[in-house]
């Protein structure tokens, strides 16, 4: 099964700050990995798929790269409603999401 | 307006069994590949199990294996998932994800990702 380490697991920051996520596989997956954002109680939400192609009505301040084992989800300038837990996906082999990263408020 | 909302959750002892359903609407189901994704609590996403839209290829964790059972009937847009030989750890928020694709027509390519979810439904096992 394809391991997916996700790093920080926690981060602290302030509005307005440049801030960047990260997944690495286990072994390469193509471009095959979405990030999704989830607020507490809440059903998680597609932020990015294809490793960088932005979901429909998802801010512009949102934006990812990478391929094969190597990924990042940057948010350029975080908004207060940016506070919320990331996580990656990777479908490249069956499904296997990353153990997430909770941004909170610093 | 895409929806997807689950029902069936609840308490059982452990070993017991119990029905999620995925109510589907706003989309033509049948069209769509379907999962299962669970949280437990205070913990991360899970994904569980996997049915292709005719529900002839399907999927599942290693840690549902054998005890779970997908299943979909497109006549009633609806999704479901047995779950057999319940055990503490399987204590979560259930939700269905819809499987959703992009056709790049630049590149020729499919892009895949879960794109509509359910709002969830808790199954708690415990004596």
């Known amino acids: 099964a394809i391991q997916m380490t996700q790093s920080p697991s926690s981060l602290s920051a302030s509005v307005g700050d440049r801030v960047t996520i990260t997944c690495r596989a286990s072994?390469?997956?193509?471009?095959?990995l979405g990030w999704y954002q989830q607020k507490p109680g809440k059903a998680p939400k597609l932020l990015i798929y294809?490793?960088?192609s932005l979901q429909s009505g998802v801010p512009s301040r949102f934006s990812g790269s990478g391929s094969g084992t190597d990924f990042t989800l940057t948010i350029s300038s975080l908004q207060p409603e940016d506070f919320a837990t990331y996580y990656c996906?990777?479908?490249?082999?069956?499904?296997?999401f990353g153990q997430g990263t909770k941004l909170e408020i610093k | 307006e895409v929806q997807l909302v689950e029902s069936g959750g609840g308490l059982v002892q452990p070993g017991g069994s119990l029905r999620l359903s995925c109510a589907a609407s706003?989309?033509?189901?049948?069209?769509?590949?379907m999962n299962w994704v669970r949280q437990a609590p205070g913990k991360g996403l899970e994904w569980v199990s996997y049915?292709?839209?005719?529900?002839?290829?399907?999927y599942y964790a290693d840690s549902v294996k054998g005890r779970f059972t997908i299943s979909r009937d497109n006549a009633k847009n609806s999704l479901y998932l047995q779950m057999n030989s319940l055990r503490a750890e399987d204590t979560a928020v259930y939700y269905c994800?819809?499987?959703?694709?992009?056709?790049?027509?630049?590149?020729?390519?499919?892009?895949?990702?879960?794109?509509?979810w359910g709002k969830g439904t808790t199954v708690t096992v415990s004596s």
């Open positions: 994800a819809r499987w959703g694709a992009f056709y790049d027509i630049l590149t020729g390519d499919y892009y895949y990702y879960m794109d509509v």
């Open positions: 706003g989309f033509t189901f049948s069209s769509y590949e």
């Open positions: 049915i292709s839209s005719s529900g002839s290829t399907i």
């Open positions: 072994q390469g997956i193509r471009n095959d």
């Open positions: 294809a490793a960088s």
């Open positions: 996906l990777q479908d490249y082999n069956l499904y296997t």
